[in-house]
């Protein structure tokens, strides 16, 4: 395969990863935002409080959604070290999203309810590109590439070039004994 071949492929193979975990995540989004005004309407709870439980229910679900969809090829082994990471991860990106409602809520005084879902949404979206970078590099890691097989065509190249070797290597030889 060409170089451009390659890069054209791997770039196909990004473009349907960022589908899928922009999928996933958008499904995570609605279930964060419905959770996150569910708790606002109907506890006590403080606005960053239930974004962050809201938050919490969304990893939930995003880890499956990831795990048997997204990056389903991904390697499978190790799940105690995969779930720690994606736990981990996620609660960096946990931080970052709170984080910008804090700022918005106690930082500005910004807390309607309207605010409180921009930040909600403003926060996840930054989040989401920290999580996107560490769930692919650290998390689902891909699996190695197969080695790959010689076709029909390569394998008889690549005996006419052994017989090229081996008689080459025949006439240097004869050359020596003469």
Same mark, same amino acid.
Do not use: C
């Given at each position: 395969?060409?170089?451009?071949?390659?890069?054209?492929?791997?770039?196909?193979?990004?473009?349907?990863?960022?589908?899928?975990?922009?999928?996933?995540?958008?499904?995570?989004?609605?279930?964060?935002?419905?959770?996150?005004?569910?708790?606002?309407?109907?506890?006590?709870?403080?606005?960053?409080?239930?974004?962050?439980?809201?938050?919490?229910?969304?990893?939930?679900?995003?880890?499956?959604?990831?795990?048997?969809?997204?990056?389903?090829?991904?390697?499978?082994?190790?799940?105690?070290?995969?779930?720690?990471?994606?736990?981990?991860?996620?609660?960096?990106?946990?931080?970052?999203?709170?984080?910008?409602?804090?700022?918005?809520?106690?930082? *500005?005084?910004?807390?309607?309810?309207?605010?409180?879902?921009?930040?909600?949404?403003?926060?996840?979206?930054?989040?989401?590109?920290?999580? *996107?970078?560490?769930?692919?590099?650290?998390?689902?890691?891909?699996?190695?590439?197969?080695?790959?097989?010689?076709?029909?065509?390569?394998?008889?190249? *690549?005996?006419?070039?052994?017989?090229?070797?081996?008689?080459?290597?025949?006439?240097?030889?004869?050359?020596?004994?003469?």
């Amino acid at each position: 395969m060409s170089e451009r071949g390659a890069l054209r492929t791997r770039l196909d193979q990004l473009a349907r990863e960022v589908a899928k975990f922009g999928t996933v995540g958008a499904f995570g989004l609605v279930v964060n935002i419905a959770v996150s005004n569910l708790l606002w309407r109907t506890t006590d709870l403080q606005v960053v409080r239930a974004g962050l439980l809201a938050t919490f229910v969304a990893i939930l679900f995003n880890y499956l959604g990831f795990r048997y969809w997204t990056y389903r090829d991904r390697d499978k082994t190790g799940r105690t070290r995969e779930l720690t990471l994606f736990l981990l991860f996620s609660g960096v990106g946990a931080v970052i999203e709170t984080g910008v409602l804090y700022m918005a809520t106690y930082g *500005f005084g910004w807390n309607t309810p309207v605010q409180s879902n921009v930040f909600k949404i403003l926060g996840i979206g930054v989040a989401t590109l920290f999580r *996107f970078w560490s769930y692919r590099t650290w998390v689902f890691k891909a699996l190695p590439a197969p080695e790959p097989v010689l076709s029909a065509e390569g394998l008889e190249g *690549f005996l006419r070039q052994e017989r090229r070797s081996e008689q080459a290597s025949r006439v240097d030889t004869e050359s020596v004994h003469h």
